[in-house]
């Protein structure tokens, strides 16, 4: 059994001890990222996830600039996985430029985009976009048609305060009709300035309860995303940590695809969401900003 077994495996349960030969962890505690353990010892590079972790609404997460200069300097590859909706990946670039985290579009991965990319797979051009009208351009881009009526898909996404009813009510004419509904995200909330604020689910599931038919979800924890991720940086499961605020959407989806799933104490973060896990996270870090020590601490106990 491999050392990687420790992160989701063995200590699958409270109870459970690591048993991997020189592995520091003993307790559920030290598991959950209070010590050192061993389920990074194959890690070799992260997906990370923006809202909540490099970002809490407009301002930055101290020292999450700092840790992603030091992923560059020790050479492990990363990709941004964001759920985030509202944006389009060159204006999501242009916020992490401006606050000193140079990525170009080409490091982060949204839900646009990939909804996008599966509806050309599909041979879809036309899709009604309940969307902002940044993210249209992802849309665009890709050859995708915004259309009103007889087209291909409906595509929801978090239109913040854009949503309304009559742009609802017309995706739920079509939807009832047979029209396919690709979800970006189902996020319940997030945390924005003023406070944790609706997402795209709770809108997703308005329409999925009108019209009585299921979304298609497209961004985490949809299995397909990650696997889309880690194909991006060319690396196996097993070999690639998630970096997350939400406790399911990130961790969980991240585990469930053969991934280690780091918790970070940032954003959306509860003690109420981690106690709702199915297994406990790889690691849960206080934030982004203490990666490198628990990285270049591991397994060293
Ligand atoms: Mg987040």
Redesign the pocket.
């Given at each position: 059994m491999g050392k990687q077994a420790c992160a989701g495996t063995i200590m699958g349960a409270a109870d459970e001890k690591c048993t991997v030969t020189g592995c520091p962890v003993k307790t559920r505690e030290d598991w959950a990222g209070i010590g050192k353990g061993c389920g990074m010892a194959g890690i070799r590079g992260f997906l990370i996830?923006?809202?909540?972790?490099i970002s809490t609404g407009s301002d930055p997460v101290p020292g999450a600039a700092g840790t992603i200069a030091w992923l560059q300097e020790a050479g492990y590859p990363f990709r941004f996985l964001s759920?985030s909706t509202r944006r389009s990946v060159q204006g999501i670039s242009r916020r992490l430029t401006g606050m000193g985290i140079p990525a170009g579009p080409d490091s982060i991965l949204t839900p646009a985009v990939a909804a996008a990319s599966l509806a050309r797979q599909r041979g879809w051009s036309r899709a009604f976009l309940v969307t902002t009208e940044d993210v249209k351009e992802d849309f665009l881009r890709a050859g995708i048609v915004p259309c009103g009526e007889a087209c291909d898909c409906i595509v929801v996404g978090d239109c913040g305060k854009s949503f309304s009813y009559d742009t609802l009510n017309a995706a739920f004419r079509l939807a009832i009709a047979g029209t396919p509904v690709l979800a970006l995200e189902k996020d319940r909330y997030?945390r924005d300035d003023d406070g944790l604020s609706l997402s795209a689910g709770p809108f997703v599931a308005a329409l999925e309860y009108a019209a009585g038919r299921q979304a298609e979800l497209v961004g985490k924890p949809a299995q397909s995303y990650f696997l889309a991720a880690l194909a991006s940086l060319g690396l196996a499961p097993g070999e690639v940590a998630m970096i997350?605020?939400?406790a399911i959407s990130?961790v969980q989806g991240a585990m469930d695809a053969g991934m280690a799933g780091i918790l970070v104490r940032t954003?959306?973060y509860s003690p109420d969401a981690l106690a709702a896990c199915r297994r406990p996270p790889t690691a849960v870090l206080p934030s982004i900003a203490a990666l490198r020590e628990y990285m270049e601490g591991r397994g060293t106990g």
């Open positions: 996830d923006i809202d909540g972790v759920n997030f997350g605020d939400d990130d954003g959306k």
